[in-house]
C-alpha cells in the first residue's frame, strides 16, 4: 500500500559490455589501486618473500665470514633450584626467581665496557692485541623472541677458532655477571637482617622480665584462670549465703511461734513444730496425757478428797513443771541455732566482700599482664620471623646454582656472507615490485565489486549511501549482536581541557542513508521501505537495524519487521526472543501489542520478530492477511522498514515492495559479484518493483571527518531524543489494538 506521491520506479539499465574496472575519467585512480593492493597483501608478501630467498640463496656464493652463537637462559630451573625452593622461608620457596625479561637496559650493561672488560683481560694471554672495541662491534645480542627470556649471542669474525673462544669467553662474562649482581642483593639481605637481630631479642628478652616481675609480684601465674577460681568461690560462698538466710528466716518464724504459744496457751496445747520435733517434750506430754486420763477415770469412782485423786493431781502438778521446763529448753535450742546462722552470715557476706575485692584487684592486673603477653607474642614472632628469613639467606648465598644458564654453548664456526644483506635488499625490492604488479593484474580480472565506483558502473539507481566496513560484524552472528548492543553513538575524546563527543562514522553512514531516502520526496516522506540484497551475505539486516536506528534516533517512531521467514536473524542481533512475531500475529495467534519489543537502542525503535517459520512463506506473504497487516500497522507508525529474503532464488521481496513505498537495495563491498549484481537487476527490472537506490555495505574507502559535539550541544540532542513527538506511553497504546485489527480484517 502506497501512500503520498513517491519517485516512479528507477529505469534498470544495465550494461551491454562485460564489467570492467577502467575509471571512467581514464585516467590513474589512485585510491582504486590503493584498496586493490591492500586486499592483495597476501599475494604481495608472498612472491615479495620468494624472490627474496632466491637473493639470499644467490649471496650464499659470496666471500663468508665465520660466525658462531649460543644462547642463554635468563630464568633456569634445574634440579638444584628445585631442591632450595622446597626449603621454607627461602627466597626461590616463595618466588623461584624473578622473570628476567631482556630489554633494552640489560642489553646495554651486557655490553658495557664493564662486563665484556672480563672477558677481555681473560684472552690477554692468548690475543694481546684483542680490545673491547673489537669485541663490541662484532658481538650481536638478541632475545629470542617477543618477552622471551632467552638471550641470543652471536659473535663474526676471520678466524673461526678465534670466534668460537672470545664468544666462549663473554658468555662465561655474562654468567658470572649474573652470578654476582645476584649474591650482591642477598648479602645485603644478609646484613639487614643482623642489623635487627640484637634489637629484637632484647625487645624479647625486656618483656619477658616484665612478665616475670608481674607474676611475682601478684603471687599468680595466669590472671585468667585465678580470675575463674575467684569467680567459682564467689558463686559457691554466694549460694551457701542463700541458703542460709534462708534457714534463718524459716528459725525465726519457727522461734516466734513457739513463744507466741509457750505464752499465750497451756502447755499441753502447744503445737508448735519446734515441739513436735522435740522427744523429751512429747515424752512428758504423752505422761501428762496418760494421768488425765487416769485422774479422769478415779473421779468417776473417788471422790475428790480421795487419796488417789489427790496422788494423781500431785503427779500431774510434777509433770506440768517438768513440761514447761522442756518447752524453756527447746526454745533456747531455737535461740542458740538462730545466734549461729546470724554468724554464720555475718561470715559469709564478710568474705563475699573480700573475694569481689579480690576480682577488681586481678581485673586491673589482668589488663597489664595482657598488655605485656601480646607484645612478648609479637616481639617472639618477628625474632623468629628474622631469624628464619637469616637462615633462608644464608641457604640461597650457599647455593652453587648460577641464576643464569648456558642452554647453547658458541657453536662451531659457520661461513656467512659478506653483502647478504645488499643481496636480500635488492631481492626484497624486486619480489616487491613483482608483487604489486601481479596483484594488480589480478585485481583487473577479478568480478567482485569492491567501490561504490564499481556499482555506479552497473546500476543506474541512485547511490543513498555507503556503509562503512566494521569487522565485528564478519564474526558469527551472536558476536556480531553482542557489538551492535554494546556500541555507542559517539565516543569521548579528550581536547586539551575540553571534551570532545565525536560521532562515529558507522552510526553516521545510517543518518545520511535515512537523510537521502527523505530526500527523494521531501513534501512526502517514505512511510514503509523493504531492505533487500541480491545475496545472502550482502547484510541486508544489519542494514535495516542501522536505519531503523537511525531514524528513531531522528524522533521517528519506527517498526523494524523481520520479513525474512526463511532465515530470520533480526532477533539474534538485536537480543529479543524469537518466540512470537510476525506470524503469530498474522495468524491471528497474538496480538501485535504482545508481540512488539521495544528496543534497547532507542526509545522510539519497536521490533517485530519473524515468529515461528511456515511451512510456505511465499504463500504466507501473499495472503490478504500480511497486505492488511501492512495497512494497518502503517497508521500508527511514521515509518516501517521489511527486512526481507534476498532476491536471488527468493520471491519473497517482490510480493512485499508493491505495498511500500519502494525497495532499498543493499549490495555488500568485497563479497557480492558483478553477475549477480546485474542478474538481480534484471529481475527487479523484470517485476516492475519501485527501487528507490542502492545502500553500498562494507565500504573500505575514506569516510569523511565526523561531526563533533561538545558536552552542552550532546546533552541538547539527547533531551531532544527523550522529548519525541509520540512518547513512549503513548506509542504502546496506539499499537495495542493494531494486531487484532489485522486478524479481524
Do not use: C
Not at 242 to 271: G, I, P
Not at 291 to 312: C, G, H, K, M, W
Not at 397 to 404: C, D, K, M, N, T
Not at 685 to 704: D, F, Y
Request: proline share 5%; aromatic share 6%; glycine share 6%.
Amino acid at each position: 500500500m502506497k501512500t503520498g506521491a513517491m519517485p516512479q520506479p528507477q529505469t534498470l539499465a544495465l550494461p551491454s559490455e562485460p564489467y570492467t574496472y577502467e575509471s571512467a575519467e581514464g585516467g590513474l585512480n589512485l585510491p582504486q589501486m590503493f584498496s586493490a593492493l591492500r586486499r592483495r597483501a597476501l599475494l604481495i608478501a608472498g612472491i615479495t618473500a620468494l624472490v627474496t630467498g632466491g637473493a639470499f640463496v644467490r649471496a650464499m656464493i659470496d666471500t663468508p665470514v665465520f660466525q658462531s652463537q649460543a644462547e642463554i637462559l635468563t630464568q633456569p630451573f634445574t634440579a638444584e633450584s628445585r631442591l632450595v625452593s622446597s626449603v621454607p622461608e627461602t627466597l626461590t620457596s616463595q618466588a623461584p626467581v624473578p622473570r628476567v625479561v631482556i630489554d633494552n637496559t640489560i642489553l646495554r650493561v651486557l655490553t658495557s665496557p664493564r662486563v665484556i672488560q672480563i672477558a677481555v683481560d681473560k684472552l690477554k694471554t692468548r690475543y694481546p692485541d684483542l680490545t673491547y672495541g673489537d669485541i663490541a662491534r662484532n658481538l650481536k645480542l638478541q632475545p629470542s623472541g617477543k618477552d622471551s627470556n632467552v638471550l641470543q649471542l652471536s659473535y663474526q669474525g676471520e678466524d673461526p677458532e678465534q670466534v668460537q673462544t672470545i664468544l666462549g669467553a663473554v658468555s662465561q662474562a655474562f654468567l658470572d655477571y649474573s652470578l654476582q649482581s645476584r649474591q650482591a642483593d642477598i648479602k645485603r639481605g644478609i646484613e639487614f637482617v643482623e642489623q635487627q637481630l640484637p634489637i629484637l631479642q632484647k625487645n624479647v628478652e625486656d618483656l619477658q622480665a616484665n612478665l616475670q616481675q608481674l607474676r611475682l609480684r601478684n603471687d599468680l601465674v595466669d590472671p585468667e584462670s585465678r580470675g575463674q577460681q575467684l569467680t567459682g568461690q564467689i558463686s559457691a560462698f554466694t549460694q551457701a549465703q542463700l541458703e542460709n538466710e534462708v534457714q534463718l528466716k524459716q528459725l525465726r518464724t519457727v522461734y516466734a511461734d513457739l513463744r507466741r504459744q509457750l505464752a499465750s496457751r497451756s502447755q499441753e496445747d502447744a503445737a508448735s513444730s519446734a515441739l513436735k520435733d522435740a522427744p523429751r517434750f512429747q515424752s512428758v506430754l504423752g505422761e501428762l496425757l496418760k494421768v488425765d486420763t487416769q485422774l479422769a477415770e478415779a473421779s468417776t469412782i473417788f471422790l475428790d478428797t480421795t487419796p488417789e485423786i489427790q496422788t494423781l493431781r500431785e503427779l500431774r502438778q510434777n509433770l506440768l513443771g517438768i513440761l514447761a521446763r522442756e518447752g524453756g529448753r527447746v526454745e533456747a535450742q531455737i535461740q542458740s541455732q538462730i545466734n549461729e546462722l546470724e554468724a554464720r552470715d555475718r561470715a559469709l557476706k564478710q568474705t563475699i566482700r573480700n573475694l569481689n575485692g579480690n576480682v577488681k584487684t586481678l581485673s586491673g592486673i589482668a589488663r597489664e599482664y595482657t598488655d605485656i603477653q601480646r607484645e612478648l607474642e609479637i616481639a617472639t614472632e618477628n625474632l623468629n620471623q628474622f631469624l628464619a628469613k637469616r637462615e633462608a639467606l644464608r641457604i640461597d648465598s650457599a647455593q652453587r646454582e648460577i641464576p643464569w644458564e648456558l642452554i647453547t654453548p658458541a657453536t662451531l664456526p659457520t661461513p656467512s656472507m659478506t653483502s647478504v644483506q645488499n643481496q636480500v635488499l635488492l631481492g626484497l625490492v624486486l619480489g616487491l615490485l613483482l608483487g604489486l604488479g601481479t596483484a594488480i593484474w589480478l585485481e583487473r580480472m577479478s568480478d567482485v565489486l569492491h567501490s561504490s565506483r564499481d556499482i555506479k558502473r552497473i546500476a543506474k539507481l541512485p547511490l543513498l549511501g555507503a556503509i562503512p566496513f566494521q569487522e565485528q560484524l564478519n564474526r558469527p552472528a551472536e558476536e556480531a549482536a553482542v557489538w551492535l548492543q554494546s556500541v555507542t553513538e559517539a565516543e569521548i575524546v579528550s581536547v586539551g581541557n575540553n571534551t570532545i563527543y565525536r560521532a562515529i562514522p558507522f552510526f553516521e553512514a545510517f543518518r545520511s542513508l535515512y537523510t537521502n531516502i527523505r530526500l527523494l520526496s521531501p513534501d512526502n516522506p517514505a512511510r514503509s521501505l523493504v531492505i533487500s540484497s541480491p545475496a545472502s551475505t550482502d547484510g541486508k539486516s544489519v542494514v535495516s537495524i542501522g536505519l531503523a536506528q537511525a531514524a528513531a534516533a531522528m524522533g521517528q517512531r519506527v517498526l523494524l519487521v523481520d520479513a525474512d521467514l526463511r532465515y530470520p536473524r533480526l532477533h539474534q542481533y538485536l537480543g529479543v526472543p524469537n518466540d512470537q512475531g510476525l506470524t503469530d500475529v498474522i495468524s491471528a495467534r497474538v496480538g501485535l501489542k504482545a508481540a512488539l519489543h521495544q528496543s534497547s537502542l532507542e526509545r522510539n525503535l519497536y521490533v517485530l520478530t519473524a515468529g515461528a517459520a511456515p511451512p510456505d512463506a511465499t504463500r504466507f506473504l501473499a495472503s490478504q492477511r500480511m497486505q492488511s497487516f501492512m495497512a494497518q500497522v502503517q497508521k500508527y507508525f511514521d515509518l516501517i522498514i521489511y527486512d526481507t529474503p534476498p532476491l536471488l532464488g527468493f520471491a519473497d521481496a517482490y510480493l512485499l515492495t508493491p505495498q511500500t513505498e519502494g525497495m532499498v537495495l543493499v549490495v555488500g563491498l568485497g563479497k557480492l559479484r558483478a553477475a549477480q549484481l546485474e542478474e538481480a537487476l534484471e529481475q527487479l527490472g523484470v517485476s516492475g518493483a519501485t527501487v528507490l537506490g542502492i545502500a553500498a555495505n562494507g565500504s573500505r574507502e575514506p569516510v569523511l571527518a565526523t561531526k563533533s559535539y561538545d558536552r552542552q550541544t550532546l546533552e541538547i540532542e539527547d533531551r531532544r531524543k527523550r522529548n519525541g513527538k509520540v512518547p513512549h506511553e503513548v506509542a504502546e497504546e496506539l499499537v495495542g489494538s493494531v494486531g487484532e485489527k489485522a486478524s479481524r480484517e
